[in-house]
């Protein structure tokens, strides 16, 4: 039941119109060989169509462009077999066809089998100068490869700053020497519009009030008492400092407003004819007490215009005024030096913001 002959192969894969010439009967062992692409797997595809009476494994390598259909005549010691109309006359099921779908179908590698794995099952190379060869092509396919990666990741990060239709524009620029310095003025430039853009948005400075000083502050301190004669001076200071009272007129003053009827409002004696109660009403005369009562408003204002609380808001200002105006760094002399990132003084027209606090 042996496979004696291939009499013809029509309208399948290569096979146009292939039939035999000569002996062609098959023995014990044949060798088939012939170069890649020439119907050694369409052979092959052949009989198993025949072993699996399945047509459609020929149906499907009918000759592109062939409008015949596929046409098979076999001769085997039991008699012919023809594959006519897209199927077999006969099955013939007692065929074995060991080839790379074989080896796919029944021998187990890792999860699967891919290209690379059926290429080498059908790749043998004899001689020292085919493995020489082999060895060079599998080192072009691996270096072509690692090319193709490089490739595909310079591409993929060149897309998150380029359009894909800019790339090819962006690969034909010509190298520019000067690139890493453009890149780093371009740096500062952004670095600037961020300040520029930080000063815009800064409050105006505040104003900082200082309450005047009085007016008439001169005038009241080199005022005299003219109305006050030189004795009732010199008696009144004379006792101040026998019971060691210097400052502390007012205290006498108080005293003399609740001396009425000529009698001592603490010990109640009289004060008639009393020269040092005389001085005391000469010195503390109403000259005296309108001289006190506005020099006690004066000396009433550094209290009301100068507390801490008024102070302290008048602090906080000017800190938080330095703190919006702080462009400037410390340099070695302590002193505070303004860093003008503006440019030259003939561009400052331009590239200044409206509230630079050194252009």
Known sequence: MSLRQIKHIGSVGRFRACAAEGDVTLKKYTLIFGENGRGKTTLCSILRSLQNDDPAIVIGRKTLGDGRDPNIVLAFESGQILFKGGQWNTPHTKLRIFDAQYVAENVYFGDGIGTDQRRNLCRVMLGRDGV???????????????????????????MTHVQTHQIDDLTALTEDPAIDEKIEAKAREVEGLKEIDNLRTRSVLQAV?????????????DKTLEDVSRNAEASVRKHLAAHDMEGHENWLSTGMSYAKKDECPFCGQSTKGVDLIAAYTAYFNETYTAFKQELEQYTQLPARHYSDDRIEVAVSRIASDNSD????????????????RCGPPESRATSCPPRHPWC
């Open 132 to 158: 020489v060869l082999a060895q060079a092509y599998d080192e072009a396919d691996a270096a072509i490869t690692l090319k193709n990666n490089e490739i595909r990741d310079v591409r993929k990060h060149l």
């Open 325 to 340: 105006a702080s462009c400037g760094r410390l340099v070695g002399d302590d002193s505070l030096t303004a860093v003008d």
């Open 209 to 221: 009030e200082f309450p005047k000083l009085p007016t008439r502050l001169e005038k009241i301190l």
